[in-house]
Protein backbone atom coordinates (compact mmCIF):
# COMPACT_ATOMS: atom_id res chain seq x y z
CA UNK A 1 0.00 0.00 0.00
CA UNK A 2 3.10 2.49 0.65
CA UNK A 3 4.36 1.78 -2.16
CA UNK A 4 1.04 2.87 -4.24
CA UNK A 5 1.05 5.98 -2.51
CA UNK A 6 4.30 6.85 -3.99
CA UNK A 7 3.29 6.30 -6.95
CA UNK A 8 0.22 7.91 -6.65
CA UNK A 9 2.04 10.84 -5.04
CA UNK A 10 5.14 11.26 -7.42
CA UNK A 11 2.64 11.30 -10.38
CA UNK A 12 0.96 13.94 -8.51
CA UNK A 13 3.57 16.15 -8.27
CA UNK A 14 5.07 15.36 -11.58
CA UNK A 15 2.22 16.24 -13.71
CA UNK A 16 1.45 19.34 -11.54
CA UNK A 17 4.33 20.87 -13.20
CA UNK A 18 2.91 20.21 -16.70
CA UNK A 19 -0.37 21.08 -16.40
CA UNK A 20 0.94 24.56 -14.90
CA UNK A 21 3.01 25.10 -18.01
CA UNK A 22 0.35 24.15 -20.83
CA UNK A 23 -2.55 26.16 -19.01
CA UNK A 24 0.34 28.94 -18.73
CA UNK A 25 1.12 28.85 -22.23
CA UNK A 26 -2.54 28.70 -23.31
CA UNK A 27 -3.11 31.72 -21.15
CA UNK A 28 -0.42 33.78 -22.52
CA UNK A 29 -0.65 32.94 -26.03
CA UNK A 30 -4.58 33.80 -25.74
CA UNK A 31 -3.52 37.11 -24.01
CA UNK A 32 -1.28 38.02 -26.80
CA UNK A 33 -3.30 36.66 -29.72
CA UNK A 34 -5.67 40.32 -28.98
CA UNK A 35 -2.50 42.25 -29.76
CA UNK A 36 -1.36 41.35 -32.89
CA UNK A 37 -2.05 43.28 -35.99
CA UNK A 38 -2.08 40.65 -39.31
CA UNK A 39 -4.82 38.99 -39.60
CA UNK A 40 -2.74 35.94 -40.38
CA UNK A 41 -1.01 36.17 -36.85
CA UNK A 42 -3.75 36.53 -34.98
CA UNK A 43 -5.04 32.76 -37.49
CA UNK A 44 -2.21 31.31 -36.67
CA UNK A 45 -2.56 31.80 -32.76
CA UNK A 46 -5.52 30.43 -32.73
CA UNK A 47 -5.01 27.70 -34.47
CA UNK A 48 -1.82 27.02 -31.69
CA UNK A 49 -4.27 27.34 -29.12
CA UNK A 50 -6.38 24.55 -30.75
CA UNK A 51 -3.44 22.58 -30.96
CA UNK A 52 -2.44 22.61 -27.12
CA UNK A 53 -6.35 21.85 -26.28
CA UNK A 54 -6.17 18.90 -28.61
CA UNK A 55 -3.04 17.70 -27.21
CA UNK A 56 -4.25 18.58 -23.16
CA UNK A 57 -7.83 16.66 -24.66
CA UNK A 58 -5.13 13.50 -25.82
CA UNK A 59 -3.00 13.54 -22.88
CA UNK A 60 -5.77 13.44 -20.51
CA UNK A 61 -7.38 10.59 -22.83
CA UNK A 62 -4.50 8.54 -23.07
CA UNK A 63 -2.52 8.57 -20.28
CA UNK A 64 -4.45 9.75 -17.15
CA UNK A 65 -7.60 7.69 -17.63
CA UNK A 66 -5.88 4.79 -17.98
CA UNK A 67 -3.23 5.69 -15.61
CA UNK A 68 -6.78 6.34 -12.95
CA UNK A 69 -8.11 2.89 -13.98
CA UNK A 70 -5.09 1.14 -13.12
CA UNK A 71 -4.42 3.06 -9.71
CA UNK A 72 -8.41 2.72 -8.97
CA UNK A 73 -7.77 -1.25 -9.41
CA UNK A 74 -4.89 -1.23 -7.36
CA UNK A 75 -6.21 0.60 -4.22
CA UNK A 76 -9.16 -2.07 -4.47
CA UNK A 77 -7.06 -4.85 -5.35
Known amino acids: MTELMGLAFTIF ?3 SFGIFF ?7 IAQSSTN ?3 GYTQVMAERLI ?4 TQTIGTVIFYVVPLLYMMLFMFIG
Open 13 to 15: VTS
Open 22 to 28: TVDAMRK
Open 50 to 53: QIFR
Open 36 to 38: FRS
